[in-house]
């Protein structure tokens, strides 16, 4: 079991960037897929990016690649979501969550969730 612990949130303006942290304390973080979704106001939560246990295992949402890259350190039992060229429509609760092994885009996939963190893109 692991618990995952979102920070790194905050406002910029169009075009900033923000590195989005997940903690997960727990045994065997390593072997966790970690996704990310976020959830604009008055908007459903959506897929945004994901790595599985395998590091080289990495996915986004069209919406964000090439702007977005998720990493792992194992070592820290965190996951990164370094965003850049941030725009308005970004603007979301982010949220983390774990599952075993490989990467999922649903979130009936994930097990364990993180509380969100904010971000608020300004134009």
């Known amino acids: 079991q692991v618990q995952p612990v979102e920070s790194g949130g905050g406002s910029v303006q169009a075009g900033g960037s923000l590195r989005l942290s997940c903690a997960a304390s727990g045994r065997l973080f390593s072997t966790y897929a970690i996704g990310w979704f976020r959830q604009p106001p008055g908007k459903e939560r959506e897929f945004v990016a994901a790595?599985?246990?395998?590091?080289?295992?990495?996915d986004y949402a069209d919406s964000v690649k090439d702007r977005f890259t998720i990493s792992r350190d194992n070592r820290e039992d965190t996951v990164y979501l370094q965003m850049n060229n941030l725009q308005p429509e970004g603007t979301a609760v982010y949220y983390c969550?774990?599952?075993?092994?490989?990467?999922?885009?649903?979130?009936?996939?994930?097990?364990?969730w993180g509380q969100g963190t904010q971000v608020t893109v300004s134009s």
């Open positions: 969550a774990a599952r075993p092994r490989d990467i999922g885009y649903y979130q009936r996939q994930y097990n364990y």
């Open positions: 790595i599985g246990w395998l590091e080289r295992n990495v």
